[in-house]
């Protein structure tokens, strides 16, 4: 059963608009939660992060969102650019303490239409 | 730069016969993990090692095994291949503690003739 769910497999946005990705989970056990970004034939990248006493991380034109009760985060890329247009992982840790093991959702690909 | 980097970066081998993938990093991270990637799917670790200590995780099969003869390098052995083996394998490293971002190499393409 998946942990880490990513429920859009592909997402198209015009160049300058915000793309929104999503990603919800079941475990509350989780406590720090990762976006990665990956490009055909390379391995993925990390993008951005945030750890559960938080509910909001910024860092340039990529804004994550955590809502705990909800158990459901977002990640904001605005403006968007075409370079943007990559497969976006998902990733979540915590139920196994400090080494970091991390469930992946299965991906949103998404393209940055100019 | 620092980095991680897993040799070959595609890999043939014939169904059953063994084959070795190679990870090398030079971050000096403590934690060194292998995850298979399957088409369209999720990122699925099959172990790690933290330091000198190998983590199985409950579902890896036992044809799957690992070395890790020091900090830099760790290496996935698959005993006997078979046609579900063939797809992406990932090495990642990571530093100790909490909330530290893995950070991936390219990947090996294995695919099973």
């Known amino acids: 059963d998946q942990q880490v769910k990513q429920n859009s497999p592909s997402l198209s946005v015009q160049e300058g608009r915000i793309s929104i990705l999503n990603c919800d989970y079941t475990n509350s056990m989780f406590d720090y939660f990762l976006w990665y970004k990956k490009y055909p034939a390379e391995g993925p990248t990390f993008l951005i992060s945030?750890?559960?006493?938080?509910d909001k991380n910024e860092d340039g034109r990529f804004t994550v969102f955590l809502n705990k009760s909800a158990k459901h985060l977002s990640l904001h890329i605005v403006p968007s650019q075409p370079g943007d247009s990559a497969v976006y992982f998902c990733?979540?840790?915590?139920?196994?303490?400090?080494?970091?093991?991390?469930?992946f959702g299965k991906g949103t690909k998404l393209s940055v239409k100019p | 730069d620092a980095m991680v980097i897993q040799n070959p970066r595609y890999q043939v081998t014939q169904f059953g016969k063994p084959v070795t993938l190679s990870c090398s990093q030079t971050l000096n991270h403590n934690v060194m993990y292998w995850y298979q990637q399957k088409s369209s799917q999720a990122p699925k670790l099959l172990f790690h090692y933290y330091d000198k200590d190998f983590n199985n995780e409950a579902d890896t099969p036992d044809n799957f095994q690992s070395r890790r003869p020091n900090t830099s390098f760790c290496f996935l052995d698959i005993r006997s291949p078979g046609l579900g083996d063939a797809a992406m394998y990932l090495c990642a490293t990571s530093m100790v503690g909490g909330n530290q971002p893995q950070h991936f190499g390219d990947g090996t393409r294995l695919s099973i003739l």
């Open positions: 990733a979540a840790s915590g139920e196994r303490g400090s080494q970091g093991n991390l469930i």
């Open positions: 945030i750890s559960s006493i938080k």
